[in-house]
């Protein structure tokens, strides 16, 4: 299945509602079975994206362990890791949305499973015009 991206309303709250209550913008999904799987938000200029969700369910217990990773471009600004057996579901709430560089794409990454084990990923957050100069 390819990456599918939804908008999840019009984008009426400001950047500082959004900060305080987590409000979502889009969300992101992919798939895959035995093979690593990616959300990516690509980058905009003059916009910064903030994650404030990730969740991955696999069909059955991992098989293989890996690692949950979160990236502000290239840069990994969050990880986690996964073990043979650990569960089928993982659901991370961030309190503080993990947030991009002005400009940069977000990329949130699971590694495979283990073999035939087929995965889920879902990335939800917002995105926001960010001000970098008054002339």
Known sequence: MAQAITTLGPVVNTQSDKLL?????WSIVNTGTNASIACVLAAVTNVQHYCVE???SFAAAPTASGVMTIKDGTTIIWQASFGVGSGQFFHIDFMRPLRAT?????????DAAGTSVAG?????????????SFT
């Open 54 to 56: 990730l969740d991955v």
């Open 102 to 110: 002005n400009g940069a794409a977000l990329t949130a990454t699971v």
């Open 21 to 25: 209550y987590g409000q979502p913008d």
């Open 120 to 132: 889920t990923v879902t990335m939800i957050g917002f995105s926001s015009l960010s001000i970098t």
